[in-house]
């Protein structure tokens, strides 16, 4: 769909998340090399203009209808409790601990009555300019020019444009999408991309469907990576990526979960250590505390902190099953894209976006970090609403509308 298809605000919407999607590449590579501004200022910035959006188009939208209301109420009710266990289990800091739990909430007000999703699910043009971006970003990286960095430099920007070329009939695109996946050594972003491949036509099954569908494709799934773990299992003076993998390879001996998981494991077994049943059920309230005294380096062990990088865990840490459920809420919500009267090629798309974003926060700190995320999980739920809405007084299905507002 073209801009000029989209009312004033929409257009706006389109420009800034599209921008923030660009620049997400090359923004992290200058964060790595230490570049100041970019590491104090501009993702500061940018959540900063997301929360001011999110407060303007909840004033504008105060008429439409509101998607998803049983939600909305859950999460609020979800950080109130968090808040109230914080406070009786006594943590640090429960109001800052809100913070990496209130990112849903913008991304649902960025959402009320917009259609602007609809061009992010029909713009090739758009994620040929984010894979240019990439190419030019790795071209940087191996050249040296920036000096040297971490080794895992992906962004899940060239994620979702891999997603939208396998999902609307582009091999050869998604071919080279998929080897700048590998070149910019993510691992998060490599195995989410591939489990979202492996699953992403359950937008085509029945409830029934999707469940023998997701039993042969994932027996697939693990025959395919099995053999690859196999294959690179002794892999010594490979690629990076590869050296990499081989520590989270069973099959290899340079297998280390706490080397190989970045510290995530050992986030997890430093927090759960000790806890008693009913604080694993209830969870331990928002502004928590641990020592990370299994830190891979030296120079980590022993920090305290109050975050995991598995955004699950986060939300069953400060609420258990509370926590838990408000999660699943979470993930559910991408399945509803399959109820919406769009093209098959676009419904996949924005089932592709929405699953790979959740399959990737089991692994980062997505939900408490990245918005445009957030926006593609909730966004079918949104879309739905909306078409909802308008096809009580049309049969029409849902496009945008030209309007100030």
Known sequence: MRLSQFSLVDRMFILFIG??????????????????FVADYYFDTVFLIFTGLALANFLLALNVRVPEPVF???????????????????????IGG??????????????????????????????????????????VYYSGILGPMYPGIGETSIAYA??????NGHPLLLLAALVMIFLEGKR???????????????????????????????LLALIVLGVFLYVIADGAGSSTTVARINYINPFSDQFDLYLGSSGRFGELESFWQGKTVME??????????????????SSQSGEVKGYFHMSIANYIAVGGLVGFAVFIYLAAFPFKASQ???????????????????????FGFTLAVDTVALIFIIGPAALLSLHTSRSRNSSTPV???????
Do not use: C
């Open 280 to 297: 694993i059920l209830t969870g331990s309230g928002s502004g928590f505390k641990y020592e990370w005294d299994l830190g891979f380096a």
């Open 399 to 405: 496009q945008p509308q030209r309007s100030t507002a």
């Open 98 to 139: 809100l913070r990496y739990f209130v990112l849903p909430l913008i991304a649902y007000l960025l959402l009320i009555g917009r259609s602007y999703l609809l061009f992010f699910i029909t713009s090739e043009r758009f994620w040929k300019l984010v894979m240019i971006m990439h190419i030019l970003g790795l071209s």
């Open 162 to 167: 891999a997603i939208f070329m396998f999902a």
């Open 72 to 94: 909305v109420i859950s999460l609020v009710g979800f950080l109130v409790f968090i808040f109230a266990i914080g406070v009786v289990r006594n943590t640090e800091d429960p």
């Open 188 to 218: 998060s972003v490599l195995f989410a991309m591939l489990i979202t491949l492996a699953f992403i036509r359950l937008i085509k099954f029945s409830a029934g469907g999707r469940l023998l569908y997701s039993a042969i494709a994932g």
């Open 340 to 362: 919406l009267k769009l093209p098959s090629k676009q419904r996949m798309t924005l089932f592709g976006f929405g699953f790979y974003s959740i399959v990737q926060s089991f």
């Open 19 to 36: 921008l923030v999607i660009i620049l997400s590449f090359p923004a992290t590579l200058f964060r790595l090399a230490g570049i100041e």
